[in-house]
């Protein structure tokens, strides 16, 4: 039996990783064939062995983390992909949160900076620098400081431990998620410009301006549509180990801050919920996102250029498909599982800690703050615009975009880009653009947000603006690699042989992108 | 009619709305804790004499997070925390996402029980 058990983990192992660099799938085999997590811990799991080899940092890695956030090496799959939102009271009350729990670690603690974000999925996130993105989604369904606690713990558990380290596969389907859509966008693009190598260097001029808007339009549309998912599906794929661990950590980090425990399985509740209402979502948007792409693709007359692009997206897709219903039927389950196991382990060793109550009332106090309400209502009123626009309700999402624009939040990234597609669904291109430039602060911006300001400069020919915009972009989001592509256009239409060949060189290190920057690179003279 | 005679059709009412949508599917705990309606411990269950069918929730008192259920033809009082309870006590309340260019008549979906419940139309 053993045996058997051994082969299934290895045969396992290989199946959920397709290839040999995703550590951590055999563990998270074996927890779900063998004892799981919970039950293999003897006393609380903060204590345990396991834990306690991270209660000292390491300096070298902390470093090297560091430089790479400040500088603008995070990997273009490591660097946030939503717009965040800014509400300082509801930041400094989740920031306070994070610093009560932090009180029951024992250990050295890494930075951790709470970022809230304009997604409406449910589950929190956390990358390896230490921020914990909380989404509106998850503030607008929690219902106590302490179930806001239980998730923020949970997070911060994933940061202590380190599971970033173990994500390395995982990391590269979301990757290639990712990158479906700036090449869709990137291909339009092309599509609709006409080049000529006459003299040696790449000279872009637009055929079709409308047209291509229109297509960058439904693109950003779906893409915005995709980001409300992409960090719900991906982020959690970490493996159910991983998941067990962050639930016991952050249970006993929310005990000692004297947080009701309860509040974790509530919690757990919520997300097995929020995951069996966006299956079947999830399913039919990958299907009209393909449709979408190849109208995209089909509406221009494509070169052999754009027809290998095509089989980049198709294979994208597929890939992206296949994750996603593997990540769906296993961790769908498991949530449920977590948190069964969850209350056995509180059972075992918190008997009295279990039975204390959420207090509801801190949470219902801070939400109702009038400063904290309406930006919140603002940013709801902007997704129902977003919402009103895929059922081709327009007038809707006027309405709901206008009261979003006279919110306190009126002039951050995220309202701001979806009034920018509720003008381009009512043609009014120039309004659409004006939207963008009205955004005041673009440290809160996205990728996806950047990429609309670059292709716009883009198309106009403007390698200049482009190249300012897209320095805004690498410092901000910390990564070269996101616009690479894009440097390497903005610098052609400059024609800056130099700087061409010195971002062609930088593009050959980042091997999801070298093979477009090959493709826009200028023909040897 | 007086006040009275209110309160109780609203409490026959909402017992009657109850027993109807939420029942316990399973004991988690193992002794389960039999808890009088201010949650103080009555006595303790074990699992095994525990209802193996489905046992109909008479009330649910929120601020306490503790159900009323018959056990035994008494009324009694249980921590969620002990029962895997369907449909779940905690939901999300998330617009429904037009993705699927849904039939669903209204624009946005509150629907807070069940599998998926009025998303997948």
Known sequence: ?525 | MNRSLIVLLAALFTQGAWAETHSIKAFLADPVTVLDEQGKQQRELAKKDAPTQPLPVLQYNQALDLVQVELAGQKVWLDTMDLRIEPPLNVVDLPCQGLTKSQAKDSRNNSTIGFGAGCNQ
């Open chain 1, 1 to 525: 039996m053993k045996g058997y058990l051994v082969a299934a983990s290895l045969l396992a192992s290989s199946v959920l990783s397709g290839c040999a660099t995703l550590k951590g799938a055999d563990q998270a085999f074996l927890n779900l064939v063998g004892p799981s997590t919970q039950s293999r811990v003897q006393g609380h799991y903060v204590d345990n062995s396991d834990v306690r080899q991270y209660y000292k940092l390491d300096p070298q890695r902390q470093s090297k983390q560091r430089l790479s956030y400040d500088g603008r090496a995070v990997p273009a799959a490591e660097a946030r992909q939503q717009n965040l939102v800014d509400i300082p009271m509801l930041q400094a009350y989740l920031q306070g949160i994070v610093t009560r729990l932090s009180k029951g670690w024992p250990g050295e603690l890494p930075p951790l900076q709470v970022k809230i974000t304009d997604s409406y999925g449910f589950g929190p996130s956390a990358d390896p620098y230490g921020n914990l993105f909380v989404p509106l989604g998850m503030l607008d369904n929690v219902a106590s400081e302490d179930e806001i606690a239980a998730m923020l713990g949970h997070e911060m558990s994933h940061v202590l431990l380190h599971h970033h380290d173990r994500m390395a596969a995982f990391q590269q389907q979301k990757d290639m998620f990712t990158t479906v859509a700036s090449t869709v966008a990137l291909a339009t693009m092309a599509a609709d410009t006409g080049v000529d190598r006459s003299s040696g260097t790449m000279k872009l001029f637009s055929k079709d301006p409308a047209g291509t808007q229109k297509t960058i339009g439904n693109t950003v549309l779906y893409t915005a549509l995709a980001n409300t998912f992409s960090d719900q599906v991906w982020s959690t794929a970490w493996g159910r180990s991983q998941e067990d661990q962050a639930d016991l950590l952050g249970t006993d980090l929310m005990i000692r801050a004297g947080y009701a425990p309860r509040a974790a399985t509530h919690s757990l509740e919520r997300l097995n919920d929020f995951q069996g209402k966006q299956k079947p979502l999830l399913t039919g948007f990958l299907t009209a996102r393909k449709n979408a792409m190849q109208d995209s693709l089909q509406q221009f007359n494509l070169n052999q250029f754009t027809k290998e692009l095509d089989v980049l997206v198709k294979d994208g897709l597929t890939t992206g498909l296949t994750a996603t219903s593997q990540y769906f039927n296993r961790s769908h389950m498991s949530a449920m599982d977590r948190d069964t196991e969850l209350r056995q382990y509180l059972q075992r060793e918190y008997r009295q800690e279990r039975r204390a109550r959420v207090n509801p009332q801190s949470w219902a106090k801070m939400k109702s703050t009038p400063q904290v309400a309406k930006a919140l209502q603002g940013y709801k009123d902007a997704y129902f615009a977003i919402d009103a626009l895929e059922k081709n309700k327009v007038p809707d999402a006027d309405a709901f975009i206008r009261k979003a624009l006279a919110s306190p939040v009126k002039d951050q990234p995220s309202i701001r880009r979806t009034a920018y597609t509720v003008r381009l669904a009512q043609g009014k291109n120039s309004e659409a653009v004006k939207e963008l430039q009205a955004i005041k602060d673009w440290s809160l911006a996205g990728p996806s947000t950047y990429d609309l300001m670059i292709s716009y400069h883009l198309k106009r020919g403007d390698g200049q603006s482009a190249l300012a915009m897209i320095d805004k972009a690498e410092r901000n989001l910390g990564s070269e690699e996101l616009f690479i592509t894009e440097k390497l256009l903005a610098n052609q239409q400059l024609q800056n042989a130099q700087q061409v060949q010195t971002v062609l060189r930088k593009c050959e290190q980042y091997p999801t992108r070298k093979e477009n920057c090959k493709k826009l690179a200028p023909a040897k003279a």
